[in-house]
Every structure is written in structure tokens, then in C-alpha cells.
């Protein structure tokens, strides 16, 4: 199985700290996000992971090189600028991830998520990973009943982790495009399956949110650009 990390998009809301420096090369915890996620998903026998590329990507790129630091193999799509949100940067990256699923995972999240997922059902088009709805977010995005996502119910939050067939993007022209554009039909025609998971997990969107986070793996306040590890350089 390939991986694609999501790493595009700007980081508006985090001011200073990413003028420079792509969002998911933040510190938390003592290491860049993405560095953790790079970590986690050689661990869990992901070797070819893609990574889309637009605010400071070529920095992103020098941190990471070709991965080997962190056993895997690293492409990257480059999407220039502006970014083409969360589905448009897949669909540009289908052909690095191939014609199999695919694990898709957020590059701005901290999660102690395996990030293993069971092979999708013969008739799913894709697999999310919800959670307990945070104070920042407590409308939620989804419900779950059994094992199938829908737009109603009780509701819970995806976590930006999830497993996706490429026929989800089927006939679907380049282009700027919601990951939930893609979804809401699939959802709505009972093609998504989905798990509430309950370990850690956070959406590192603001400074504050990113300080909290950090503070919750024991490395103190949040990573100032004189505090990044050697990969955010």
C-alpha cells in the first residue's frame, strides 16, 4: 500500500510561524509533524509515500529529501501555486499512487492512530478515521452507524486520516475541489465506511491549538522558528 501526506496548503491561520516554513515542518513534541507521520507509517509497513507540494515546497523538500532517514521512499507533486485543496491535490498525485488504495493522511494532525487500516469491502470506495468532536469544531462532519459513514446522525469528526480508492476520483476533471465534494456522493450512496477512534488526536490549526499539543507530548510550548528541529531548517 502507498500513502500520500497532505502538505499544500498555507497555514494562514498560523501567522509568523509559517512565513517561512511549511506548516506541517512545525515542531511538536520535538519533531516536525510530518516527520512523525513519516515515522509512523514506515512502522506500519508503508514504505512509498507522496507528498504534495505548494507554500515553501521546495523547502519541504530539502528537510525531507528522498526519505530514507525515516525508511521510506518519498515522490512529491508539486502543484505550484495556489494549492488545489485536498481532492485536486489526489487526483494531480493519482498517477504516483497507482491503481490500488491509497492512505491518505493530513500533515497538519498530531495522532497516536496506527495509521494501519483493514483493506477496504469489495464495495467501498473509501474508509475514514472519525473522532470525538473538538471545542474548536463541535458541529462534527459525519455520522457513523455500524460501520457506514453518513451525513446525518450523531455526529463525530474525521480526523484527516483515511483509506481511498482511486475509482473515488473517477472521471473527475484537474482542478481545485473539497475532499468532501468527493464524498458526500459516495456517503450518500453508502460506498464509505467508517471507525470513531478514540486515542490521541488533534487538528494543529492555530498556535495555540499547536502549543497545546505539544504541551500534551511533553516538549513544552510550541516550536519558535530559533526552537525548530534541524529538519525544519
Not at 485543496?85 to 497507482?98: D, N, Q, S, V, W
Request: proline share 8%; glycine share 12%.
Amino acid at each position: 500500500m502507498k500513502a500520500m501526506v497532505l502538505a499544500a496548503g498555507r497555514g494562514r491561520r498560523m501567522g509568523a510561524l509559517t512565513l517561512r516554513c511549511p506548516k506541517p515542518l512545525l515542531s511538536v513534541g520535538g519533531e516536525p509533524m510530518i516527520v512523525r507521520h513519516l515515522r509512523r507509517l514506515a512502522d506500519s509497513g508503508i514504505r512509498e509515500v507522496v507528498i504534495n507540494l505548494s507554500w515553501q515546497g521546495a523547502r519541504l523538500r530539502r528537510a525531507l529529501g528522498d526519505g530514507a532517514a525515516w525508511g521510506v521512499r518519498l515522490r512529491y507533486s508539486d502543484e505550484g501555486e495556489p494549492p488545489l485543496e485536498t481532492a485536486g491535490g489526489i487526483i494531480a498525485a493519482l498517477p504516483l499512487l497507482g491503481p490500488e488504495p491509497f492512505l491518505v493522511v493530513n500533515g497538519d494532525i498530531v495522532t497516536d492512530h496506527p495509521l494501519r487500516l483493514a483493506p477496504l469491502a469489495d464495495d467501498r470506495l473509501g474508509h475514514l478515521v472519525l473522532v470525538d468532536n473538538p471545542r474548536h469544531h463541535p458541529q462534527g462532519d459525519f455520522g457513523l452507524r455500524g460501520d457506514r459513514v453518513q451525513r446525518s446522525g450523531p455526529t463525530l469528526t474525521f480526523a484527516g486520516v483515511s483509506l481511498l480508492h482511486p475509482a473515488l476520483f473517477a472521471g473527475l476533471a484537474p482542478g481545485a475541489r473539497a475532499l468532501a465534494s468527493v464524498l458526500l456522493p459516495a456517503i450518500a450512496a453508502g460506498r464509505i465506511s467508517g471507525e470513531h477512534y478514540r486515542g490521541e488526536w488533534s487538528d494543529v490549526g492555530t498556535p495555540a491549538r499547536l502549543a497545546a499539543a505539544s504541551r500534551r507530548l511533553g516538549a513544552g510550548a510550541a516550536s519558535s522558528p530559533s526552537r525548530r528541529s534541524r529538519a525544519a531548517r
